[in-house]
């Protein structure tokens, strides 16, 4: 155990980032997943309407430094691509 007070503090704030960013993780999986299976089933309307809150996900996450933003925009690109190759 850390003797510390700013040790302590340090422990506390990892453990706060550690919950934050397994829901945003969580999270981004659920929307990914919803989004491939608009893909996998044809639904471009529904594809194309969600798209957008995927995006601002992937942004937000990469903005808190959950996922790095380079992975976000690559991520971004690819959907755009796969719903460009459904049209």
């Given at each position: 155990m850390a003797n510390?007070?700013?040790?302590?503090?340090?422990?506390?704030?990892?453990?706060?980032?550690?919950?934050?960013?397994?829901?945003?993780?969580?999270?981004?999986?659920t929307l990914i997943k919803k989004y491939k299976d608009f893909l996998a089933t044809g639904k471009r309307k529904d594809a194309e309407?969600?798209?957008?809150?995927?995006?601002?996900?992937?942004?937000?996450?990469?903005?808190?430094k959950i996922i790095h933003r380079s992975t976000a925009s690559r991520r971004k690109s690819r959907f755009m691509k796969q719903l460009a190759v459904l049209k």
């Open positions: 510390l007070k700013a040790a302590l503090k340090s422990i506390r704030q990892s453990e706060k980032h550690r919950l934050r960013n397994t829901a945003v993780i969580s999270e981004l999986r309407a969600f798209l957008p809150t995927l995006t601002k996900r992937l942004d937000m996450a990469a903005t808190k």
